[in-house]
């Protein structure tokens, strides 16, 4: 099923406020979803309304949350957004972030009581394009196993990074500290089709090619990407007091409950360093001799991150965004939930 972006947006958006969302904050979220699935993020596009809707509806999203914000220096505040909608609340802090960084070069905002965010690189485009550099980071539930260990601790704890350039290629990547996110595990289960054996292991800790038997992911570059997403709980977890580790909320397990996430925003200034000017010519400089670089044997030429997305909006802008069936006829039928999940379908972050 393919469906125009504004469609997607519309029946999104009319879901998560039946739900309960105010249409104020189901519009924001909905912009966020189609985003994800414009870029070709399906793990985090709409395959993702069904249990945001369902949480909403059974009470474990704030449908009205009482937000407050406090700036805690000249560079520094934190957000509580009192456990309502991750997307809205992740992008209300960037803006936030985005404002302190041009009045004081830098801005490091965290965002506490939220629940999932979705695809970070919806957030950290926004600084970049308005010209500043942003990194955004977030923890998730238990889902991966840490380096030499037998058994999940922290979750894919993801990182995303955007620059501008002098020409409006925005230099982009949105990682789990995972070998993969589970969202893409969910995508590979509503498809139908295996995943690589690098992934994931199953309950007895053996690699696995089957999305239906993965009980946790693995950390990438084995104790690199288990250093990585450690940072990231101590610096959305641990330094916004919200529960970390193998403390921070399962996405599944009870939905009429408040997750309690962290996220941290950090955007930069270039006027404060090397000015934007400079900055954004070499940024263009840098890419292009990157384009210059002889592809590998069988590749037919390097992408710099971020390069491979803008060409699938542009395909999908033009011939319209690739939707699964099943959530499609979720979408524009009535019902807000089926009851589906639970702790043991942990297809989560």
């Known amino acids: 099923m393919r469906v125009d972006r504004q469609t997607l947006h519309h029946l999104i958006a009319k879901k998560l406020h ?10 924001i979220a909905a912009d966020a979803l189609a985003f994800a699935d414009a870029r070709g993020i399906h793990s985090h596009g709409a395959v993702r309304v069904e249990y945001y809707a369902e949480r909403i509806a059974k009470g474990g999203m704030t449908h009205n949350p009482n937000i407050t914000y406090q700036e805690t220096g000249p560079a520094s505040g934190i957000l509580d957004f009192d456990n309502g909608c991750g997307l809205v ?23 506490r009581r939220m629940s999932h965010s979705g695809s ?8 970049a394009e308005q010209n500043l550099i942003a990194i955004s980071m977030c923890q998730s539930d238990p889902m991966a196993v840490p380096y030499g260990g037998a058994e999940e601790f922290f979750g894919t ?24 996110a589970w969202g893409k595990i969910l995508y590979a289960k ?57 403390n921070v909320s399962s996405m599944y397990a009870d939905l009429s409950k408040g997750r309690d996430l962290g996220h941290l925003h950090i955007v930069i200034n270039h006027d404060y360093f090397i000015g934007l000017e400079t900055f954004t010519k070499n940024m263009s400089a840098m890419l292009d001799q990157l384009k210059q670089v002889k592809p590998a044997k069988g590749i037919t030429e ?17 011939n319209g965004i690739e939707i699964v069936d099943e959530i499609y006829n979720y979408l524009i039928n009535d019902a807000i939930h089926y009851n589906r999940y639970d702790h043991k379908n942990k297809f989560a972050e």
């Open 120 to 127: 970070l690189c919806y957030f950290t485009e926004m600084a």
């Open 302 to 318: 390097v992408f710099f991150p971020g390069e491979r997305g803008k060409k699938r909006e542009a395909n999908y802008l033009k």
């Open 157 to 180: 704890n993801p990182i995303a990074f955007a620059a501008p350039t002098e020409d409006n290629r925005i230099v982009s990547f949105d990682m789990a500290t995972t070998v993969q």
């Open 89 to 111: 609340a992740a992008k209300m802090g960037m803006d936030k972030a985005i404002a302190m960084a041009k009045k004081n070069g830098i801005a490091v905002v965290g965002i």
């Open 190 to 246: 509503s498809k139908g089709v295996p995943i690589p054996p690098t992934w994931a292991v199953d309950k007895q800790g053996e690699p696995t090619t089957d999305p239906h038997q993965v009980n946790a992911l693995l950390p990438i570059a084995d104790a690199k990407g288990f250093g990585l997403m450690m940072m990231v709980d101590i610096l959305s977890g641990i330094l916004l007091g919200v529960p970390f580790g193998k």
């Open 18 to 27: 039946k739900a309960g969302l105010t249409s104020e904050h189901a519009d």
